[in-house]
């Protein structure tokens, strides 16, 4: 579990807010809390592609370009062709998450334009 403080906060706000009967409230503000935690909503996915390489959406196409190539070097399938069948399938993903993610972020910048 990464996030934790929605939970958290969610349990207090709803405590407070339903004062008749708190321990409702803490359930239903906890429970609205890991939504936000777990990102149930969509909220965090805006940013995945740039996310990928670390990166944020002000960030230059140099930067994208060169994040990309460092990336893809590194995780390229042909690089572990004498490699384990498992680590080539893991290099294989890890190289289409990076390519989609590198699409992604062109198209988002060719609508831009």
């Known amino acids: 579990m990464k996030r934790w403080y929605g939970k958290l906060l969610g349990a207090l706000a709803g ?3 339903l004062r008749g009967n708190p321990l409702f409230g803490l359930a ?3 429970l609205i809390g890991h939504a936000f935690d777990a990102d149930w909503f969509g909220i965090g996915r805006r940013n995945a592609p740039y996310r990928v390489f670390g990166l944020t959406p002000e960030a230059s196409d140099a930067e994208i370009d060169l994040a990309y190539r460092r990336m893809i070097s590194q995780y ?3 690089k572990y ?3 384990a069948p498992e680590l080539r ?3 294989d993903k890890k190289a289409g998450e990076i390519n989609a993610a590198y699409d992604r972020i ?3 910048r060719k609508g831009r334009r």
């Open 15 to 17: 405590a407070l807010l």
């Open 28 to 30: 239903i503000g906890a």
């Open 76 to 78: 390229h399938p042909d």
């Open 81 to 83: 062709a004498d490699a």
């Open 89 to 91: 399938a893991q290099a």
């Open 106 to 108: 062109k198209q988002l």
